[in-house]
């Protein structure tokens, strides 16, 4: 057996009426479209009933699975006590998602926290499906911080794992959309929230998985969706599969975003291997901008993939210009993976005696020792993307106002605590945000008085 069906479902608390108490009727599109989910859910007779939720345990390098034998959940923390659940964990399926993921060296598994209670995105889901369907196993995963081809990958490890258990299976991907429609909600409005739910909803409608990649991290931080991780592990779960879909309704009357539509299997189609078709064209990208890359990117890239892959520190090339070592500047090396940042490590005034062993030693750093990563390994290699910054001179300004996001970096200092940020970064719009993400980086509260310097970058891609 396999996934008989998908469903892509929204999980506000004020939908369960115990909790919305006559606040529900706002969104009474969303709960008919919810009702006849559960109802067809139900028709299916699924074994077990799989559920990937934002709200589930989450961490950054990790897939969580549901450990032990089943959790109990309430809607308590919404002020509805009354509401309870109790749910049992198919414990067989959750082995064989473990150990494949093992087999294949994936990140996931039920190491970790232990989930003490059941969330909100996986209980709003499972309040409609019990009151048609009162018995039956569940699995429930997490999202996490990885990019968003681990989580195709996911889903096809999932779905792996139900064909080899024989598990009839429907998969609900737990999930709301943007939070930022309208001005009095919950996060006030962004011009890319409409935009978001726009564009998810038209690619699901469609089931054209493999739109779900062009969705950039920084776009999607903008709108404030919560499920778009959740909708690619569905996607993965009918990866080679065609799947006929259907949109039931879209409301945004709360400020959020509240989607719903099904899908089903309909039977083996290649041209439908999306992950397999990002890779291809990711690969063939980056193979043509190292082709048109310059010097500096050329010198950190080699450093990166001699010091990964034979464990040396490379030396300065002997054809290496005079711009490289015949000046000293401070530099940053930048690496992203998958449109995802993978390290990045620099230095703000020259410790060097020349910009080329700036590159060399902060390239080292960056792909092997920037704490908020594991270091690099060698298979990562040819999906890596390298931007290298070499830094003008400091210099020191009295206002926010003579920054520029585009043209500035900016240096914030308070006492021996100093936070840099380098200019045109994604998601990164304002001056105030700017300010602030280096002060955040350098431990500086948000009142505390702080020295501003700005400096100006040459940036090589």
């Given at each position: 057996?396999?996934?008989?069906?998908?469903?892509?479902?929204?999980?506000?608390?004020?939908?369960?009426?115990?909790?919305?108490?006559?606040?529900?009727?706002?969104?009474?599109?969303?709960?008919?479209?919810?009702?006849?989910?559960?109802?067809?859910?139900?028709?299916?007779?699924?074994?077990?009933?799989?559920?990937?939720?934002?709200?589930?345990?989450?961490?950054?390098?990790?897939?969580?699975?549901?450990?032990?034998?089943?959790?109990?959940?309430?809607?308590?923390?919404?002020?509805?006590?009354?509401?309870?659940?109790?749910?049992?964990?198919?414990?067989?399926?959750?082995?064989?998602?473990?150990?494949?993921?093992?087999?294949?060296?994936?990140?996931?598994?039920?190491?970790?926290?232990?989930?003490?209670?059941?969330?909100h995105g996986t209980m709003v889901p499972l309040y409609f499906i019990r009151k048609y369907l009162p018995a039956c196993k569940i699995v429930r995963a997490g999202l996490s911080g990885l990019p968003l081809t681990d989580h195709y990958k996911?889903?096809?490890?999932?779905?792996?794992?139900?064909?080899?258990?024989?598990?009839?299976?429907?998969?609900?991907?737990?999930?709301?959309?943007?939070?930022?429609?309208?001005?009095?909600?919950?996060?006030?409005?962004?011009?890319?929230?409409?935009?978001?739910?726009?564009?998810?909803?038209?690619?699901?409608?469609?089931?054209?998985?493999?739109?779900?990649?062009?969705?950039d991290e920084a776009f999607c931080d903008k709108a404030a969706e919560c499920g778009h991780r959740s909708f690619v592990i569905m996607a993965g779960v009918f990866d080679g599969l065609a799947v006929r879909a259907e949109q039931y309704s879209?409301?945004?009357?709360?400020?959020?975003?509240?989607?719903?539509?099904?899908?089903?299997?309909?039977?083996?189609?290649?041209?439908?291997?999306?992950?397999?078709?990002?890779?291809?064209?990711?690969?063939?990208?980056?193979?043509?901008?190292?082709?048109?890359?310059?010097?500096?990117?050329?010198?950190?890239?080699?450093?990166?993939?001699?010091?990964?892959?034979?464990?040396?520190?490379?030396?300065?090339?002997?054809?290496?210009?005079?711009?490289?070592?015949?000046?000293?500047?401070?530099?940053?090396?930048?690496?992203?993976?998958?449109?995802?940042?993978?390290?990045?490590?620099?230095?703000?005034?020259?410790?060097?005696?020349?910009?080329?062993?700036?590159?060399?030693?902060?390239?080292?750093?960056?792909?092997?020792?920037?704490?908020?990563?594991?270091?690099?390994?060698?298979?990562?290699?040819?999906?890596?993307?390298?931007?290298?910054?070499?830094?003008?001179?400091?210099?020191?300004?009295?206002?926010?106002?003579?920054?520029?996001?585009?043209?500035?970096?900016?240096?914030?200092?308070?006492?021996?605590?100093?936070?840099?940020?380098?200019?045109?970064?994604?998601?990164?719009d304002t001056v105030e945000d700017q300010i602030d993400i280096a002060r955040r980086k350098a431990g500086i509260g948000p009142n505390e008085k702080v020295k501003l310097q700005r400096f100006e970058v040459v940036r090589h891609i």
């Open positions: 057996m396999s996934i008989a069906a998908a469903y892509m479902v929204p999980h506000p608390p004020l939908i369960v009426p115990d909790v919305g108490r006559g606040g529900e009727k706002q969104i009474e599109i969303t709960t008919a479209s919810y009702e006849r989910v559960a109802q067809e859910i139900a028709r299916l007779s699924p074994e077990t009933i799989i559920i990937s939720s934002p709200h589930a345990t989450m961490y950054a390098d990790y897939f969580h699975i549901s450990p032990g034998r089943g959790a109990k959940g309430s809607f308590a923390g919404f002020r509805a006590p009354g509401v309870k659940f109790n749910e049992d964990y198919d414990t067989e399926l959750v082995d064989a998602i473990s150990e494949i993921a093992f087999e294949r060296t994936f990140p996931a598994g039920t190491m970790g926290e232990r989930d003490r209670e059941l969330d996911f889903g096809q490890i999932i779905r792996d794992a139900v064909e080899e258990t024989g598990r009839k299976a429907v998969y609900v991907a737990s999930g709301d959309l943007s939070h930022k429609l309208q001005e009095y909600g919950p996060y006030g409005f962004a011009p890319e929230g409409p935009e978001y739910d726009k564009r998810i909803m038209d690619v699901c409608s469609r089931a054209s998985f493999g739109e779900l990649f062009d969705f879209h409301e945004d009357v709360t400020g959020v975003g509240y989607g719903i539509c099904s899908f089903t299997p309909e039977g083996p189609d290649e041209s439908r291997r999306f992950l397999d078709m990002r890779l291809k064209k990711t690969e063939a990208e980056l193979e043509e901008k190292k082709a048109a890359s310059d010097e500096y990117v050329r010198l950190a890239r080699k450093t990166i993939e001699t010091y990964i892959s034979e464990g040396r520190t490379i030396d300065i090339p002997s054809d290496a210009s005079e711009e490289l070592t015949g000046r000293r500047a401070g530099a940053f090396v930048s690496i992203h993976e998958h449109g995802r940042l993978r390290g990045c490590i620099g230095t703000i005034l020259p410790t060097t005696d020349c910009v080329a062993q700036e590159i060399i030693n902060n390239a080292i750093s960056a792909s092997t020792n920037d704490p908020r990563f594991d270091p690099i390994e060698s298979h990562e290699l040819k999906w890596l993307d390298i931007n290298v910054d070499i830094l003008g001179d400091p210099e020191d300004i009295s206002s926010p106002d003579e920054l520029d996001v585009k043209r500035y970096g900016v240096i914030v200092t308070s006492g021996f605590r100093r936070g840099l940020l380098l200019p045109d970064l994604d998601g990164v």
